[in-house]
């Protein structure tokens, strides 16, 4: 959605799309200031940014806000205007619909804390047998290693994890290493 706006926070014009988003005419936002507009609670969280592009500053924000359709994350651009003297008259206000690319962004942050919380080790390794990533639990384990080394996997370790990453099967091992199965 898009909209002017001029230095009292009064709307000068408004696309279509910000009409729908607030469920209102373009008769019942022409005229008006955002104030009137807005719920108070949105109102007090983007005033700061109205004072700022008001100061000459470009702002950009990301929230979520309540529209018609419901609770939405919002990316706004709030770039300011001026007047033939230079003067800041107001601004343009840029509003974009990111709430599926914010819920996949929350989707992906919980799937990537499975192996970080996975009580089991979880590490990788890259085909030299360089160590790119361990879990908690795989920390322990690899300090439990005769070398003792977070950075490299033991070479009977790495040759067959090496092998694997050639072949591109998944292999499932397990290997003693001085008493303990890993």
Not at 30 to 57: C, F, N, T
Request: aromatic share 8%; glycine share 6%; charged share 30%.
């Amino acid at each position: 959605g898009v909209a002017r706006l001029d230095k009292n926070q009064k709307h000068l014009w408004v696309g279509k799309r910000l009409c729908e988003w607030l469920g209102k005419s373009p008769s019942e936002i022409v005229g008006h200031s955002i104030k009137e507009i807005l719920d108070p609670e949105l109102y007090a969280l983007i005033e700061p940014r109205i004072r700022a592009v008001l100061s000459g500053q470009l702002i950009e924000f990301e929230t979520e806000w309540q529209m018609r359709l419901g609770r939405r994350w919002i990316h706004a651009s709030y770039s300011p205007t001026y007047a033939a003297d230079g003067a800041v008259d107001g601004w343009v206000a840029v509003i974009t619909d990111i709430d599926k690319r914010k819920r996949a962004e929350e989707a992906l942050d919980h799937l990537a804390r499975f192996p970080l919380e996975d009580p089991a080790p979880v590490l990788r390794a890259n085909p030299e047998g360089m160590v790119m990533y361990f879990n908690p639990a795989a920390e322990k384990a690899l300090a439990e290693l005769p070398s003792a080394n977070r950075e490299q996997l033991p070479t009977a370790l790495a040759e067959a994890v090496s092998q694997a990453l050639r072949d591109g099967h998944r292999r499932e091992l397990e290997m003693y290493f001085g008493e303990r199965l890993f």
